[in-house]
């Protein structure tokens, strides 16, 4: 009979920590990261660990190869964006995410982020328009929430793709971040039921 090994991770060095923590406080809701969470083998302490560095590779990721809007001041939140790369490109990305998962957060959730994106991105494909930008993650602190910050993370991109005349779109499973977002020129374009984390998610897409 097998058993579940508790994840032991390699060193990690954070470059974004305490915008990880924003994000993390941020998306406590979100089914997504519920399932990446609940996929890391050990106490609470050690799966919370594991989200904080998936944030901050995510960050560093969209850095590098998409756009990175971090909030002025205190750092309390950003928006992480994905943009149309080359296939070699993009399976570089690929195998540079795939090795951080099996590292940092263990095979189970290798696992699982892997079934969870191949399903929503087959799912989505049915109802975006090609070669749009993707904003993949934005989250702001709880404490503050409510004060215009997460237009301000978003409106660079939005201002960059209408000049060169590209199409954006999202992915939420929390309905009531639709109405932020529609206040921003997004609209429904579908909703899905996601099986990994059996839960419902809705995408947005904004025209140039």
Request: contains cysteine; hydrophobic residues 40%.
């Amino acid at each position: 009979m097998s058993r579940q090994v508790t994840l032991k991770p390699t060193p990690y060095r954070f470059e974004y920590r305490t915008v990880a923590e924003a994000l993390y406080a941020a998306l406590t809701e979100d089914a997504f990261y519920i399932a990446m969470e609940n996929s890391v083998c050990g106490p609470k302490k050690m799966r919370r660990e594991a989200m904080l560095r998936y944030y901050d590779y995510s960050l560093q990721e969209g850095r590098k190869y998409g756009a990175l809007h971090v909030s002025r001041g205190h750092a309390v939140g950003a928006s992480i964006w994905a943009k149309p790369v080359r296939i070699r490109v993009s399976k570089i990305m690929a195998e540079l995410k795939k090795g951080f998962l099996q590292k940092q957060m263990g095979a189970a959730s290798l696992d699982a982020y892997t079934q969870i994106t191949a399903s929503m991105a087959q799912q989505t494909a049915t109802v975006i328009p090609p070669d749009c930008w993707y904003l993949s993650i934005i989250g702001i602190a709880p404490a503050f929430q409510g004060q215009g910050i997460g237009e301000t993370l978003i409106r660079p991109v939005l201002e960059q793709t209408d000049a060169n005349g590209c199409a954006t779109y999202l992915e939420t499973f929390t309905p009531r971040n639709m109405r932020f977002y529609a206040k921003l020129g997004y609209r429904e374009a579908g909703s899905f039921d996601e099986p990994g984390t059996g839960a419902r998610y809705w995408v947005m897409v904004r025209e140039p």
